[in-house]
């Protein structure tokens, strides 16, 4: 009697299994990402849609905050988001014995799962992380985090807005730090500078036949001599009008030696240099530049557009609405950088996926 009841009852689950399987095979996928069969019924467990073998061909080089959650959702889904975009390594040489490594395994260090490249060769069993020399290397934030921050930063967000979009539940109940947003956005702006200077700093613009506008700018005013004492930072700005390539040097202090120092470094000698009238540039024929002074106030409308200076003072009063107007003088650099690159990349599809590529180049991995 016990022995049938038995059979009965793997019959039925054996039937039920069946059956399940059977609606799956004729179940369609709703909006929701759930299993529906023939007549609608969605009570079939719901299925995550994107998962990892759908998410490697949904990749694309157009990027939003809705795609970067769905793609990052656990710690495997960030590595082949990662992986994708090159910010982390698909295969290694081993360190020691030079053996081609493929596979990845996880390793649990207190209550962090580390990716690790393990070598397969007895002899060397040696281990390495799939963060090293990455962008991610000695980072304290996990990899969602880091990515969702970085991409706050190309979107010009605010650091209430970064640490509301970085805090709650999807993030263990943490809330993130100013002091993480501030350090990550420091390090974002790094990654701006190299990726114009690309550590040559003997780099020029201009040249033979080529006019280059030239302006001394302030950032850090107040506003109708109103508020708390700022710093201000004087900023010697020029645009090549032919090239539109520019350069915005902070210097010490407003002087002729400084302000001719710049010129020197940044642009190329036989180059046309217009100015507005000042005394810092009247030695600028004398080191082999064509001086032509400012005419913007000429009631001559054709002399007035070839010798003004109209681009490079839009180009100055366009960065410094995005320049805070409390700087320090160590971050000075940085921010210039930022909005350097913004105005060089300006026509891209997706700004962000154009910056993951920049940081994939200036930290490869191992």
């Not at 990052?72 to 994708?84: G, I």
Request: net charge positive.
């Amino acid at each position: 009697m016990e022995n049938t009841d038995l059979r009965q009852g793997h019959q039925a689950r054996k039937w039920k299994q069946d059956s399940q399987a059977r609606k799956r095979k004729q179940g369609t996928q709703d909006g929701k990402g759930q299993l529906m069969n023939d007549d609608g019924d969605s009570d079939l467990e719901p299925q995550i849609v994107f998962n990892s073998k759908v998410r490697k061909e949904a990749y694309h080089d157009v990027v939003n905050f809705t795609y970067l959650n769905d793609c990052t959702r656990t710690e495997d889904d960030c590595l082949q988001f990662c992986q994708h975009y090159g910010l982390l390594p698909k295969t290694i040489h081993c360190h020691k014995c030079g053996v081609y490594l493929v596979k990845l395994q996880k390793n649990s260090r207190g209550k962090k799962e580390i990716f690790c490249f393990r070598c397969n060769n007895r002899s060397c069993r040696a281990s390495m992380s799939v963060k090293r020399n990455t962008w991610f290397h000695q980072s304290r934030i996990d990899m969602k985090k880091n990515l969702i921050l970085t991409y706050m930063f190309v979107m010009q967000a605010d650091l209430n807005m970064a640490i509301r979009e970085t805090s709650g539940p999807s993030f263990n109940f943490l809330t993130t730090s100013t002091e993480t947003v501030t350090d990550l956005y420091t390090q974002c702006r790094k990654v701006c500078a190299e990726s114009l200077y690309g550590g040559n700093d003997s780099w020029q613009i201009g040249g033979t036949n080529y006019t280059v506008e030239l302006d001394i700018t302030s950032f850090g005013k107040r506003e109708f001599v109103v508020g708390r004492q700022v710093q201000t930072h004087h900023v010697v700005a020029g645009i090549c009008r032919e090239s539109d390539q520019c350069f915005f040097v902070p210097i010490e202090n407003l002087s002729e030696d400084d302000v001719l120092g710049v010129i020197v470094k940044r642009v190329e000698q036989g180059t046309i240099i217009i100015t507005e009238a000042s005394p810092l540039y009247m030695k600028i024929p004398d080191l082999g530049y064509r001086h032509r002074v400012s005419t913007n106030s000429c009631f001559d409308k054709d002399q007035a557009s070839n010798n003004s200076t109209n681009l490079v003072k839009a180009t100055v009063s366009s960065m410094k609405k995005h320049m805070p107007t409390n700087v320090n003088k160590k971050n000075i650099n940085g921010y210039l950088a930022e909005l350097l690159w913004r105005r060089q990349n300006k026509d891209k599809k997706c700004l962000f996926v154009s910056f993951l590529k920049e940081v994939a180049r200036l930290y490869p991995g191992l």
